[in-house]
């Protein structure tokens, strides 16, 4: 007899608008408001969901690779215990940061699409299924993982249409940013309380997405460090000596009200006395502080997978000595 002891019975096709649905639902309710998406603080913020890498999950059962990542050729595995219903997660750290954000997302797609309670498995392995059957229910996860990490909603609000940018704001590889292309052309806005609700939840992340797009970093400048293009209004047709603008008036130097001196296109404050420079009086280039909170936003970096794979186990062995 199969260990699936199914209580309902299996879907013969993805159940496409379900899952999305309910990833909304999940970003919702774990009050997530930005992008990229962290799939360890996710796991972090139930109790009950517990997530290892594959050494981690080796010193605590005591024995190699405990669900068979290895011989299932799997990234990770998801079981959920049979006294407890807890929900255990191995992963493979050694993946590349961004397959290991899809892997999670995908794992938890797994949880939350109630497919290791619906059909009663305590591992969500071939074993038990048919082909048709195990792909049926990972086409759901991955439904889910894309949902979750590239929210389509909010993706079209951002105004975003290409690949690297969609991989660049996500923290996705490019073949799934592909994909999200793909979908965006497909997708059409559903009003209701939930998309309502998603787009208020992401309102503040919209709009500071949106103005730092407005404003670079930098602007570029020439051998003499005569801005490229007019920061104000876009001109970049300049005769070889202008010195200001030709169509808005613009000085085209990033040089010092205060000391004179000559900065270039990327300086904020006077190198020489510290005072601000006309680049930033006007408002022309994004702060620091923006700056460094985008690159908080979009810099998910191993150490960081290390030290939440950490606190997450700590976690969990104080859930387990409470069971």
């Not at 007899?1 to 209580?7: E, N, Q």
């Not at 109790?47 to 290895?70: F, V």
Request: aromatic share 8%.
């Amino acid at each position: 007899m199969s260990r699936f002891r199914r209580t309902q019975q299996l879907p013969s096709i993805p159940r496409k608008e379900r899952s999305i649905r309910i990833a909304r639902q999940f970003i919702i309710e774990s009050d997530t408001r930005q992008l990229p998406v962290n799939p360890f603080s996710l796991y972090a913020q139930h109790h009950d969901w517990l997530l290892y890498t594959c050494s981690r999950a080796e010193q605590i059962y005591g024995r190699p690779d405990p669900l068979n990542l290895i011989r299932a050729r799997a990234d990770a595995r998801t079981l959920r215990t049979r006294d407890t219903g807890t929900y255990v997660t191995v992963h493979k750290a050694t993946a590349r940061a961004n397959r290991v954000r899809w892997t999670l997302a995908h794992e938890i797609g797994h949880i939350v699409l109630s497919h290791l309670t619906d059909f009663e498995a305590t591992c969500l392995c071939r074993g038990g299924l048919t082909t048709r059957e195990y792909r049926v229910l990972e086409r759901e996860a991955d439904l889910f993982a894309a949902e979750l990490l590239m929210p389509m909603m909010i993706i079209k609000a951002l105004g975003v249409t290409t690949a690297p940018a969609i991989a660049r704001i996500c923290l996705v590889s490019g073949e799934a940013a592909r994909n999200r292309v793909s979908e965006l052309g497909l997708w059409r806005y559903k009003p209701g309380a939930l998309s309502t609700a998603l787009r208020n939840q992401f309102r503040q992340f919209l709009a500071g997405e949106q103005e730092r797009e407005r404003r670079p970093s930098a602007m570029a400048t020439d051998g003499n460090g005569r801005y490229i293009c007019c920061p104000r209004c876009r001109n970049t047709a300049f005769s070889p000596y202008a010195r200001h603008c030709r169509v808005c008036g613009l000085y085209l130097y990033n040089d010092c009200d205060r000391c004179g001196k000559r900065n270039l296109g990327d300086v904020r404050y006077c190198e020489y006395c510290g005072a601000k420079t006309p680049l930033l009086q006007m408002g022309f280039l994004t702060t620091a502080s923006q700056d460094e909170g985008a690159k908080r936003r979009l810099v998910v970096a191993a150490d960081d997978c290390k030290q939440m794979d950490s606190l997450l186990s700590s976690a969990g062995r104080v859930n387990r000595a409470r069971s």
